[in-house]
């Protein structure tokens, strides 16, 4: 469940009382989100950090707003490190992402002395192990794990991450794949389309606009099962999946689909894809797939390559020119070849780190 309160320590001095290697004169503080100098320091920070990764900036002031705004804290908090003249050089956010698994961003300013960066990505690891001691014990926790990303040519922060005792264990490949106008007829209708015994449809919408809830539960059924033997999988409930998912910027319900086998008026929900906005400021518009998921036995029946054509059809539909996806380098399902196989390509790799924390 959503807790009603955070489950994190929002005192960063109880957390970092000392913070190790930086000069007297800086302080680590809690961002205000209501600042727009603040929002618009942390936006900088981090398009300079994703430029220096991948050679382009994608974030913008809505992705750092999901992470600091007053609504974000029920499952987030907040750090910044501060020079002499009150400048923020670094920030750090935690996310209570599922029981036993805390997401951590950890991003300093590239333009900083070796040094002063040095102690300012300690600052931020010491105070996320402590917010992962503190989640933990309020889940009820013995370890919780701390899950890190990086950028693969981003060899600064990977002596960092392996100094502070994470350890690099998957590696993901960010694929995209263009988009044509013609590739609307790929699929009949994206909004509902069957063909043997297969059918493929945006979840139901009630009368007031929103989603069927019964549809929502077979998503999430759905991609928890499909997920399971999939690398680092946690359970996450109901609703914090629901509300993780609509924090997104890019969130829209008329991009969730589900796959039923029907045989009849029988009918069982096998896969499901849920996807999203990818805005652009110098052009079209993309779609995202977030999730894709089909329930082990059904794979092999076309299922995951019928949701695919359907979001590229409903992206030609919408006028977007690109679908992008991210795939596991070590997948077990082979889904390598799939999207090799209708167009995706790599545009950038990216790496998970992982430490696991003992819970006093």
Request: with cysteine; glycine share 8%.
């Amino acid at each position: 469940m959503i807790p009603d309160d955070s489950r994190f320590e929002t005192d960063p001095e109880e957390l970092v009382p000392d913070p190790p290697g930086l000069p007297e004169d800086w302080s680590v503080a809690t961002p205000d989100p209501s600042d727009r100098f603040v929002v618009a320091r942390l936006t900088q920070l981090l398009r300079a950090h994703e430029r220096h990764g991948r050679g382009w900036a994608g974030s913008g002031v809505d992705d750092v707003l999901v992470e600091v705004s007053e609504q974000g804290l029920r499952t987030r908090e907040n750090v910044v490190v501060r020079d002499p003249d009150d400048e923020i050089r670094a920030w750090g956010s935690v996310h209570d992402r599922a029981g036993g698994r805390m997401l951590f961003l950890h991003v300093v300013e590239r333009d900083l002395p070796d040094a002063i960066a040095r102690a300012c990505s300690d600052v931020l690891v010491e105070w996320a192990v402590g917010q992962a001691k503190a989640v933990g014990a309020a889940r009820g926790l013995e370890v919780q794990q701390i899950d890190t990303g990086a950028f693969a040519d981003d060899e600064r922060q990977h002596a960092w991450l392996s100094a502070s005792g994470f350890t690099h264990v998957r590696t993901w490949h960010q694929q995209t794949r263009p988009v044509t106008p013609d590739e609307v007829g790929l699929v009949p209708d994206p909004a509902l389309w069957e063909q043997d015994g297969m059918r493929i449809r945006l979840v139901r919408r009630t009368g007031s606009g929103m989603p069927d809830e019964d549809d929502l539960r077979d998503v999430h059924d759905v991609l928890e099962s499909a997920f399971v033997d999939h690398f680092n999988s946690w359970e996450e409930t109901f609703d914090e999946f629901l509300h993780r998912l609509r924090e997104d910027p890019g969130h829209r319900w008329d991009h969730w689909w589900l796959a039923e086998l029907v045989d009849g008026d029988e009918r069982q929900p096998v896969g499901a894809l849920v996807a999203n906005v990818s805005s652009s400021t110098s052009g079209p518009d993309g779609s995202y797939v977030s999730y894709i998921g089909v329930l082990e036995a059904a794979r092999g029946r076309g299922v995951a390559k019928g949701l695919l054509r359907t979001v590229i059809a409903d992206a030609a539909a919408r006028g977007r020119d690109r679908v992008g996806l991210e795939v596991d380098a070590d997948s077990p399902t082979g889904a390598h070849g799939l999207y090799a196989a209708l167009g995706w390509e790599t545009k950038y790799v990216t790496e998970s780190w992982h430490r696991d924390v003992p819970v006093d």
